[in-house]
């Protein structure tokens, strides 16, 4: 009888084995593959462009900053962003993509660890988003030179599952979009010098005003104790309002904050300290 007993064993632990076994298999055969999240990569851009109306060498003028995408029905994405603004000679331009839910948001930036150049213009980026389902989505771009009194390139759109492709643009008319002819030269320089320099303490801006029958430019002090400056349409100074140890400027134009008028902001930078 003992000699029987192993045999008789050994054939229930093949059942056993057999039968859970392939229960386990039909299981995870059944069991859902989780679905690949999507991501996504900046994959090019273009060289720096002109901003110049009367030279722009694509359809899309310099005073309008575009996003133009291609959805092919399945799970790509292919955006690109035209007229985008940087240094003009950055080392090299960075985007991170977070996709949360029906929100896709591009945060743009540059490295400038040689300085950069002084001055800003246009360029295109090309993006890819893959493993994107078929939906509703909101693309929001952020990029480092918009000014803070215009709207964020940001659309909401429907990807469906047959392909499809689409445009929105949004209108820019400070430096370097727009015709930029409308700043003297001198002034455009300095707004690249500001925007490569680190962020001033309050962050740097440039006001225009009439003053005594001429166009002038004033830009504020900056911490602690700096004179602001008041400049001509020539890049000359005239003098310094205010700042300094009083805070009552050089004394030479004293009268500037009661006499100035029409007053239009020129440039702010929008980075925060």
Same mark, same amino acid.
């Given at each position: 009888? $003992?000699?029987?007993?192993?045999?008789?064993?050994?054939?229930?632990?093949?059942?056993?084995?057999?039968?859970?076994?392939?229960?386990?298999?039909?299981?995870? $055969?059944?069991?859902?593959?989780?679905?690949?999240?999507?991501?996504?990569?900046?994959?090019?851009?273009?060289?720096?462009?002109? #901003?110049?109306?009367?030279?722009?060498?694509?359809?899309?003028?310099?005073? +309008? *900053?575009?996003? *133009?995408? +291609?959805?092919?029905?399945?799970?790509?994405?292919?955006?690109?962003?035209?007229?985008?603004?940087?240094?003009?000679?950055?080392?090299?331009?960075?985007?991170?993509?977070?996709?949360?839910?029906?929100?896709?948001?591009?945060?743009?930036?540059?490295?400038?660890?040689?300085?950069?150049?002084?001055?800003?213009?246009?360029?295109?980026?090309?993006?890819?988003?893959?493993?994107? /389902?078929?939906?509703?989505?909101?693309?929001?771009?952020?990029?480092?030179?918009?000014?803070?009194? *215009? /709207?964020?390139? &940001?659309?909401?759109?429907?990807?469906?599952?047959?392909?499809?492709?689409?445009?929105?643009?949004?209108?820019?008319?400070?430096?370097?979009?727009?015709?930029?002819? &409308?700043?003297?030269?001198?002034?455009?320089?300095?707004?690249?010098?500001?925007?490569? &320099?680190?962020?001033?303490?309050?962050?740097?801006?440039?006001? +225009?005003?009439?003053?005594?029958?001429?166009?002038?430019?004033?830009?504020?002090?900056?911490?602690?104790?700096?004179?602001?400056?008041?400049?001509?349409?020539?890049?000359?100074?005239?003098?310094?309002?205010?700042?300094?140890?009083?805070?009552?400027?050089?004394?030479?134009?004293?009268?500037?904050?009661? &006499?100035?008028?029409?007053? $239009?902001?020129?440039?702010?930078? #929008?980075?925060?300290?």
């Amino acid at each position: 009888m $003992k000699a029987l007993k192993i045999p008789f064993l050994l054939g229930v632990i093949v059942i056993f084995v057999i039968l859970f076994g392939c229960e386990d298999s039909v299981v995870n $055969k059944e069991r859902p593959v989780p679905p690949t999240p999507p991501t996504g990569n900046l994959v090019g851009y273009s060289d720096c462009k002109t #901003s110049r109306i009367e030279t722009t060498t694509d359809s899309t003028p310099p005073n +309008q *900053e575009c996003i *133009e995408y +291609q959805y092919d029905g399945d799970s790509l994405l292919l955006l690109k962003h035209i007229n985008t603004g940087f240094n003009c000679c950055p080392d090299t331009i960075i985007a991170g993509i977070n996709i949360k839910d029906s929100l896709i948001t591009i945060q743009e930036s540059q490295s400038l660890e040689n300085g950069g150049c002084k001055c800003l213009c246009l360029f295109d980026l090309n993006f890819e988003i893959r493993n994107l /389902e078929p939906g509703e989505y909101t693309i929001k771009v952020i990029s480092p030179y918009i000014h803070p009194d *215009e /709207e964020q390139l &940001e659309f909401s759109t429907t990807l469906s599952s047959s392909p499809s492709s689409g445009r929105y643009c949004v209108e820019r008319n400070h430096y370097p979009w727009g015709n930029t002819e &409308e700043n003297p030269d001198w002034i455009n320089k300095l707004i690249a010098t500001f925007a490569s &320099e680190p962020v001033g303490n309050p962050p740097q801006s440039i006001w +225009q005003y009439e003053y005594k029958g001429q166009r002038v430019y004033y830009i504020p002090p900056q911490c602690c104790d700096q004179f602001s400056t008041l400049y001509n349409a020539a890049g000359s100074v005239i003098c310094a309002p205010d700042g300094g140890y009083t805070g009552e400027g050089d004394g030479r134009c004293t009268d500037f904050f009661k &006499e100035r008028k029409n007053e $239009k902001l020129i440039w702010q930078d #929008s980075r925060t300290n």
